[in-house]
């Protein structure tokens, strides 16, 4: 799970990529050969229509942020905007406060250590074995912590350049 920081409306594009279907084309990760593409597709695939070629939209760069959820717990309790909920929205100059603030205090309890959670494998009842998945937590170190709020603060210069008057999170 992860929570992005984004200007409502921003400037957006379209991208042409290899449909998630077509895995099994040789040129999947190089060259993406549109007729290698489309004979490894799904032809009932909603994304690509049985093409292997999908059209994606995304937000022009500079106008979002994605943290994983404890990042963006950690940075927001920094910023001190809500930080119960991890959906929300801040007035621009109530978030540049917020980056300023940051920058000017103590941000040692704002950081963690990467761990990682190890699988035990347990026996069922019925004698098959259950092996619950490894939990990796990346870590936040001081200097990601200074590497985010650079790049919140681009977003909201982005933001205000573009005309918008919040950023939202969720």
Same mark, same amino acid.
């Given at each position: 799970?992860?929570?992005?920081?984004?200007?409502?409306?921003?400037?957006?594009?379209?991208?042409?990529?290899?449909?998630?279907?077509?895995?099994?084309?040789?040129?999947?990760?190089?060259?993406?050969?549109?007729?290698?593409?489309?004979?490894?597709?799904?032809?009932?695939?909603?994304?690509?229509?049985?093409?292997?070629?999908?059209?994606?939209?995304?937000?022009?760069?500079?106008?979002?942020?994605?943290?994983?959820?404890?990042? /963006?717990?950690?940075?927001? !309790?920094?910023? =001190?905007?809500? @930080?119960?909920?991890?959906?929300?929205? *801040?007035?621009?100059?109530? %978030?540049?406060?917020?980056?300023?603030?940051?920058?000017?205090?103590?941000?040692?309890?704002?950081?963690?250590? /990467?761990?990682?959670?190890? !699988?035990?494998? =347990?026996?069922? @009842?019925?004698?098959?074995?259950?092996? *619950?998945?490894?939990?990796? %937590?990346?870590?936040?170190?001081?200097?990601?912590?200074?590497?985010?709020?650079?790049?919140?603060?681009?977003?909201?210069?982005?933001?205000? !350049?573009?005309?918008?008057?919040?950023?939202?999170?969720?």
């Amino acid at each position: 799970m992860s929570v992005t920081f984004h200007v409502p409306n921003a400037p957006r594009y379209s991208n042409t990529e290899p449909c998630l279907c077509a895995q099994g084309a040789p040129s999947f990760m190089t060259s993406n050969i549109p007729d290698e593409l489309r004979e490894h597709a799904w032809d009932e695939c909603p994304h690509c229509h049985g093409t292997g070629i999908e059209t994606v939209e995304r937000t022009q760069q500079g106008f979002e942020l994605n943290l994983c959820n404890g990042n /963006a717990r950690l940075l927001l !309790a920094l910023l =001190r905007l809500d @930080d119960e909920c991890l959906y929300g929205s *801040a007035s621009l100059p109530d %978030v540049r406060r917020a980056i300023m603030f940051a920058k000017n205090t103590d941000r040692s309890g704002f950081t963690r250590d /990467a761990t990682v959670g190890r !699988a035990v494998a =347990r026996q069922c @009842d019925d004698g098959t074995a259950f092996i *619950a998945p490894n939990v990796f %937590v990346g870590g936040f170190s001081a200097d990601d912590l200074e590497d985010r709020l650079a790049r919140l603060e681009e977003v909201v210069d982005n933001a205000q !350049a573009f005309g918008a008057s919040e950023i939202t999170w969720g």
